[in-house]
């Protein structure tokens, strides 16, 4: 424990002197403090990693003289979810950001130790602030090595049950390497801006870790939508709430720098709006965790109120004002270097893109912020709900996916209208064939849908157009059969067809979000054992209830499961046995007796699920557990008595408990009253996981070296090496 | 036109189209709403019919019939209290004390929940201010 909070003492002495050297490197020009600020962040992702591995240790072994360890895990935590619960706390997942922000800073450094030599020194000051950030927060306001106060107890509080899925291993860790991994285009903007070197050379140089973020963010939402699917037992998927928002608004801009980017490079165009955009993303990244952690506004994922708000307000502050100077006073360098030529070219329809995911991303910001802004206005607090947000944003999110298909078929600087013709047909037709499908399937009465349909397959067309005549030129110039055509042919651009690949998930992640909520089917219904019920076409009935009593592998009782063995048919099928349950969790309050702890706890649904290409059916069940409450309340009172007299051993008490909660289970098995059913059938939610995997590989082929630049990169080595030894003796 | 003209024309359109957007996301930001309000600001002057997104913490003792749930809020820190019919699925964290938001219309004495609009607070994360 002392060890931990040394090293976080430590991390921030590293962070102040980093800072130091850098800039007086930068400013005197000598070498030597430059490579000492850099190493300084190794430095300090050695330590925080230290850190971070001593807490893990402690949870990992149930270590409960950590007062951390007591308040989020227990010995009856499976040991998976131990190792996952050192994030669910709010001191935790600080010491996990300010971990990942050294370990990218420390690899994007190490990479470009021997470029960007005036930008470097900046970055890294930048890159260790905020890496002091975080470290004054876990000194001085969030410590996670505290101690518990007053004898170590026996056992913890356990992490929460909501927390115990799979995603929990990999969605924040995802979440918190988009948003650290963010920081690192933002640092080197900062630098280029102080040192004024505004070519495109920052960009081209951070661009893996711009595109290793965004992948990272992305996966990250997509995971906690999964999640929240599978798990929450509401059966949504994204809710609008303000930390789901939060995540959304700097992958929104960051999506934004990479297209406007390409035009930088290729036109040395957009050299304010991409500097304005990559330190906004910057920012939004930070106001996303302070939005989680500051408690300002109502969420359901936010950590509640805490003292960290104003910490995080004053970074906020320093980083937009600092923004805003940085891009003001360097103007004049930041002018493009041509004009756009056309409306009708790739650039304008790029430039669009951009405004169209800004507007986006001001509109989410706008409706997440206005309790707060009306607030301000009115006196009172107005809020929106999620109707609202998709009033907003399906319109934008429409014309974005019609431009994702645009941007690859038009020509750089001026389109033609040979060029147009040429390259519109085929995907305009595609498009129009999936409308004329998507209404014979009857899709007709919600036209926002059906719009989306059709431009999702003009974006699938132009591209598929594009790999067709991409192949055909391989085959013709190489005499190459189909498939090796077609590698070779991703192989020798893999940037544009990474792109293009990232661009029909995404419409195949559209495609599944228009038809899930615009054709699903929703009920909630009270059913006794024997009932049935039809819901979207689907028969479904209560075959049987269910109910277990789960110890922990080391004994202890972990939980109590009631659920319902469901049985389920859709017309001529044959028909399926569907399980769901609820699982209840023992509560710690000391108010609650031994038996009713367990009914009076947390409790999470097992949701049934029978996931396809075309639908999903979804089920979870709430039992009424009232008709328990009176044995509830007398095994409360014989336990009760007997814990005054000293009756029973740890071990007795333990086991006749287990019978106690058995013979209740047993009970609503045998004698179940009605419970109430959620049932949904959703079309095509499918289709969102789907399309994130292609996205993933999009960006994977994206973001893997091509075989040109790892052999610049080999032959710039070789003749490095080769100036070196030539100028040493022999 | 000359090129100076040309981009003030185009600057002050691209600044009318901004504002006039701005314009309509405010208007239709305030028209869509819906107030949000603690339990005692509910009971003193809600309007029947009106909807506000109801804050506060449930109070224990809450019934359960079919998918019907009647509870009561009150403020996160004081004893007023409101009467709430919810027709619908709970959440999982939905439990006596925990705080949760639900948009309300007033029907009588009682306060109609809105379908799907009860979110409870993650309890993993809620932690009181330090003092």
């Known amino acids: 424990m002392v060890a931990g909070r040394a090293c976080l003492i430590v991390a921030l002495g590293i962070c102040l002197y980093g800072i130091g050297a850098s800039v007086y490197g930068a400013r005197s020009g000598r070498r030597e403090w430059v490579a000492s600020g850099r190493r300084a962040v190794y430095a300090l992702a050695g330590v925080s990693l230290v850190a971070f591995l001593i807490l893990q240790a402690a949870f990992l072994r149930s270590d409960f003289s950590f007062a951390l360890v007591t308040s989020h895990s227990s010995t009856t935590t499976p040991a998976f979810y131990r190792a996952t619960a050192v994030w669910s706390s709010q001191e935790g997942s600080l010491l996990l950001w300010l971990t990942l922000l050294s370990l990218w800073s420390s690899l994007m450094l190490f990479a470009t130790r021997r470029r960007l030599r005036e930008i470097a020194p900046y970055a890294t000051a930048v890159l260790l602030g905020l890496g002091g950030f975080f470290a004054i927060l876990l000194v001085f306001y969030a410590s996670p090595f505290e101690r518990t106060i007053g004898p170590v107890p026996a056992e913890g509080v356990g992490l929460n049950p909501l927390l115990r899925h799979p995603s929990m291993m990999i969605h924040p860790p995802m979440l918190y390497s988009g948003y650290t991994l963010f920081a690192v285009p933002f640092a080197f903007a900062v630098g280029a801006l102080v040192a004024r070197r505004l070519n495109a050379d920052w960009i081209r140089h951070t661009r893996p870790f711009t595109l290793t973020a965004w992948f990272f963010l992305g996966m990250g939402i997509v995971l906690g939508a999964r999640w929240s699917y ?43 709006w991409n500097a304005s955009l990559v330190l906004a993303t910057g920012v939004l990244a930070i106001l996303g965790t302070f939005l989680v952690r500051s408690g300002i506004l109502e969420s359901i994922h936010a950590f509640g109120a805490s003292t960290l708000g ?19 006073t360097r103007a004049p360098q930041l002018r493009a270097e041509h004009r756009l030529d056309s409306l009708l070219s790739r650039e304008a329809a790029f430039l669009l893109n951009n405004l169209v995911l800004v507007l986006l991303c001001v509109v989410i910001w706008w409706g997440t912020f206005f309790p707060l802004i009306s607030e301000a206005l009115t006196g009172h607090r107005h809020t929106f709900g999620p109707p609202m947000f998709d009033k907003l944003t399906v319109p934008l999110a429409i014309v974005l996916v019609l431009l994702s298909g645009i941007g690859p ?20 037709g595609v498009g129009v064939a999936v409308l004329a499908l998507a209404l014979a399937l009857g899709a007709g009465s919600r036209p926002d849908a059906l719009i ?27 005499r190459e059969p189909v498939p090796l055509a077609l590698v070779s042919l991703v192989r020798r651009n893999r940037r544009r067809y990474g792109g293009y690949l990232v661009h029909v998930g ?13 054709f699903a089917h929703e009920r909630d219904v009270q059913l006794s054992a024997g009932d049935s019920v039809r819901v979207g076409g689907y028969t479904i009935d209560y075959v049987r209830p269910t109910a277990k009593l789960v110890a922990a592998p080391n004994g202890r009782l972990e939980r109590i499961d009631l659920g319902a063995d469901m049985r389920v048919a859709r017309g001529g099928e044959a028909p399926r046995l569907v399980h769901t349950e609820r699982s209840y969790f023992p509560s710690v309050g000391p108010m609650l007796g031994p038996v009713s702890r367990f009914f009076e706890g947390e409790s999470t649904s097992e949701v049934g699920l029978r996931a396809g290409l075309e639908r ?115 | 036109m000359d090129p100076a003209r040309k981009r003030t024309v185009r600057l002050v359109v691209a600044l009318s189209a901004a504002v006039l957007l701005a314009a309509a996301l405010v208007y239709t930001s305030f028209s869509a709403s819906s107030e949000a309000r603690s339990p005692s600001q509910l009971l003193s002057s809600a309007q029947p019919g009106k909807t506000y997104q109801l804050t506060g913490k449930v109070v224990a003792g809450y019934q359960r019939s079919g998918t019907t749930t009647n509870f009561r809020v009150r403020d996160r820190s004081g004893n007023i209290s409101v009467p709430v019919r919810y027709v619908g699925a709970l959440p999982d964290p939905f439990r006596a004390g925990r ?10 004495g009682v306060f109609v929940g809105e379908k799907d609009s009860l979110v409870t607070k993650c ?8 003092t």
Not at chain 1, 232 to 258: H, K
Not at chain 1, 452 to 478: H, N, S, W
Not at chain 1, 508 to 518: D, L, T, Y
């Open chain 1, 506 to 518: 995404m419409a195949v992640v559209f495609v599944g979000i228009a038809a899930s909520s615009s």
């Open chain 1, 452 to 478: 989306m349909f059709a431009f999702a397959g003009f974006v699938v067309g132009g591209v598929g157009q594009e790999l067709v005549r991409g192949v055909r030129a391989r085959r013709v110039m190489a």
């Open chain 2, 99 to 108: 705080e949760v938001i639900v948009d309300v219309r007033k029907e009588g």
């Open chain 1, 409 to 428: 078929l038009i020509a750089w600087r001026r389109a033609t209208v040979a060029n147009l013709r040429r390259n519109f047909v085929v995907p305009v």
């Open chain 1, 230 to 272: 599978s798990e929450l037992g509401w059966g949504g998927y994204w809710a609008w709430d303000p930390v789901e928002n939060a995540s959304l608004m700097p992958w929104l801009t960051g999506t934004a720098f990479l297209h406007s980017a390409m035009i930088q490079e290729k036109r040395g165009m957009l050299k304010v």
């Open chain 1, 310 to 328: 104003v910490p995080f307000l004053v970074l906020i502050a320093l980083m937009t004002a600092g923004s805003v100077y940085l891009v003001a």
């Open chain 2, 123 to 130: 309890p993993s994360k809620f932690t009181a201010e330090k």
């Open chain 1, 616 to 730: 999903d059916f979804w089920i979870t069940v709430a039992p009424d557990t009232q008709r328990l409450d009176a044995r509830v309340k007398e095994g409360d009172r014989v336990f009760t008595r007997a814990d005054k007299a000293g009756a029973l051993t740890d071990t007795e008490r333990n086991e006749l408990l287990g019978q106690a909660l058995s013979g209740l289970a047993g009970s609503y098995a045998k004698n179940p009253p009605a419970a109430t059913f959620r049932v949904l059938v959703s079309p095509m939610v499918t289709w969102i996981w789907l399309g994130a995997i292609v996205v993933l590989l999009g960006a994977l082929i994206a973001l893997w070296p091509s075989p040109r630049a790892v052999g610049r990169r080999v032959t710039a080595a070789y003749a490095a090496r080769v100036g070196r030894e030539a100028r040493v003796p022999a």
